[in-house]
DNA sequence: ACCTTGACCACAA
DNA sequence: CTTGTGGCCAAGG
């Protein structure tokens, strides 16, 4: 389906994502439950529809894995900002983001 | 009001 | 590692 471009929690979660530091990430359940919500897929939907503009790397899932369909565009990133990301697959597709490091809790 | 669709999450087997 | 189950929530049919 499709977010309402102007529906307030899209415009909260964009917020949230543009306070992301460089080099730190938070989960798409972060994010809602910073907003007091448990919505971590419309969180998904709303970078899907509206977080082009955004930092969307920093949103990632909860298990470290960068978001679905951007793996290696995500890791571009990551290795610039110098994200910390787990050791072991070194390849474009399997590696994770070190949550236990990167997560930003703001 | 019910069903379906997602850049999701947690937990079990 | 892989499935499966149940939960979550907005929007559209």
Do not use: N
């Amino acid at each position: 389906m499709r977010l309402s471009p102007d529906s307030p929690f899209v415009a909260a979660v964009l917020d949230i994502v543009d306070s992301i530091p460089a080099g730190r990430v938070m989960t798409y359940g972060d994010v809602a439950a910073t907003l007091g919500s448990r919505a971590a897929r419309v969180v998904g939907q709303t970078m899907a529809q509206f977080g082009a503009d955004a930092p969307w790397w920093r949103v990632i899932r909860a298990g470290g894995h960068p978001p679905t369909g951007h793996e290696a565009r995500a890791l571009e990133h990551y290795r610039a900002e110098r994200t910390p990301l787990l050791p072991g697959a070194d390849q474009e597709s399997g590696y994770r983001v070190d949550l236990s490091r990167a997560r930003w809790r703001p």
